[in-house]
């Protein structure tokens, strides 16, 4: 019995940024050579950065994070000189819906979790 081999090909557009990527490198390269003949395209080699995504790639993974862009987050809400802790809240807590108190201003909490 002979599997069918299917591919894909994904097209990602903003404005006038295109990035193409696939699972057939012979489909992402017949696809580049089509669209070069309908438009004047610049190369600008593998992705690293698209929308204030992070890309980094490795042999195994495709790593996609956004550092900038939560570092911003984090300074807004005044904690970027806060200290590091191996685990940031007590472990095997239990709460319940009438303990603790409740935030004053809950805003900097909705823009760290939103």
Known sequence: MQEKSSSLTMVLIHVDNMKITGNKDKAIQDLKLFL???FHIKKHGNLKYFLDLEVARSKVEIIISQPK???EIIDDVGFLEAQLVDFPMEQN???TNNQGELLNDASRYIILVG
């Open 69 to 71: 862009y939560t570092l």
């Open 93 to 95: 807590l239990r709460i």
């Open 36 to 38: 070069q003949k309908q």
